[in-house]
């Protein structure tokens, strides 16, 4: 019997004490009414009794419930709008609200042995090595659409500006001001740290692309991206240490450059095709010769063996097709690019240039591919995390033509065998042979212009 009922029967015996006594002097009649009225009594005590028991097993119910529920997690405050959230890309990047910062660097160590016929007596000759690349800077973005970029690159045993530019993006749209790439082509426009190659196809340096101080804007939708933009010279030619017939702050010369791409993607295939075309006008500089040249493959050597002479012009106009694609861990690309000089009432000579290649991911990774450009090769299994990273191999077939009307530059045939190897993100180890067939060199062999030389190239580089 539970403590309340026990309760319960004596609170009722105790009433019905002298209600037992009453009733010895009681009739028989008013007895029997008051057996009646405590049989009434008890039954009333009988359901609170139940009702009691019930509620106090809901309580236990509800204890064993709450027990048994997870612990509420715990109220973290938001953090506020001023406060500076530290990150990481391979360099920390610093974000307060809509603005950010991202610390930047790049270091490239190369190497080379360049083995040429024994008649050519050249400095270029066996082995080489520079510090390729030395840069350091930031990107980031100030807020209400408008961005930064700021390198600036040791390279040749000088100071260089690189990418050095203010963006404003909204929408479609991306608006750049400054020191910047011209959409010259997908090879030049693919970073040095994301090429399937050392060296960038050689019409590129030939041509004489490079980054100049503009105004572009480009347009991307969907499969559709359309780049155009006004450029002078380069911020390194307009500077007042240039001064003089190559270049200064009087260096007028300017260019109109635009390219557009198209990239459908077709189940797992993933499809680039695009156009370029470009003019300039010499302006001042037209009183300067242009020579066109490039050297064998590495650029650790100076020398170069195919050179035209000075070609006096008052401007340029050239244009390029593109085709590349990926799927899976295999790509391919390439161009063909063609540059005019004008030269009024003697003939204007055309040069040629052009890549293909074909690559694949020997890790089984994909090369990466956006906005009109590929990207690196991301390691699904690092070196340090239960793997050796990423290694992709490429076969290039690179040529240039520099010889029409009356100039006579030579040409290259090239093939060119890569191989990289990434054991974590934003390192690189990168290998290289290449085999130069050459007609009409600037630099004789023996008497001879027509000869072939072999390159072995290698480069260490660290990009954040």
Known sequence: MTFRKILATGTALALMMPMTAAAQAMS??????????????????????????SDAATQQQQAALAAAAPAPAPQVAAKPASETVIGWKGGPVFTKGAASFHVKGRIQ???????????????????????????????????????????????????????????????KWLVTLGNQN??????????????????????TDAFGFERRLGLSAQYRS??????????????????????GANGGDENNSYGV????????????????FGLSGHWRDFQRLS?????????????????????????????ESHYGAEFAGVRGPLWWAGEAHWLRVSRPGVGDPTFFGGYGEVGYVLTGETRSYKNGIFGTVKPDRPVGSGGWGALQATLRYDYLDLND??????????????????????????????HMDYTDAAILAGGKSDYGVDVIGWRAELDF
């Open 28 to 53: 028989a009649e008013e007895a029997e009414a008051m057996r009646a009225q405590l049989a009434a009594l008890k039954a009333q005590v009988d359901r609170l009794e139940a009702r009691l028991n």
């Open 109 to 171: 160590y190369d190497a080379g042995l360049l083995m040429a016929p024994d008649g050519v007596d050249d400095r270029a000759k066996g082995y080489s090595n520079e510090l390729r690349r030395l840069r350091l800077g930031g990107e980031g973005q100030l807020g209400g659409g408008f961005g930064y970029k700021l390198e600036l690159e040791l390279s040749d045993n000088s100071v260089d500006l690189v990418d050095t530019y203010i963006t404003y993006e909204k929408g």
């Open 182 to 203: 011209a959409f010259q082509s997908l090879d030049e426009l693919i970073s040095d740290t994301a090429g399937s190659v050392m060296e960038r196809a050689a019409f």
């Open 222 to 243: 969907g499969i559709l991206l359309a780049q155009a933009g006004i450029f002078s010279d380069s911020a390194d030619s307009l500077m007042n240490s240039s001064d």
């Open 257 to 272: 450059d635009g390219r557009i791409v198209l990239a459908p993607k077709m189940g797992k295939t993933q499809l680039h």
């Open 287 to 315: 009183s300067v010769a242009q020579r066109y040249r490039q050297r064998p493959f590495i650029h650790t050597v100076n020398s170069r063996f195919l050179a035209t002479p000075g070609v006096a012009g008052d401007g």
């Open 405 to 434: 009307k009356d100039i006579v530059g030579g040409t290259q045939k090239g093939v060119i065998a890569a191989l990289v190897w990434t054991p974590i993100d934003y390192l690189r180890f990168n290998v290289n042979y290449a």
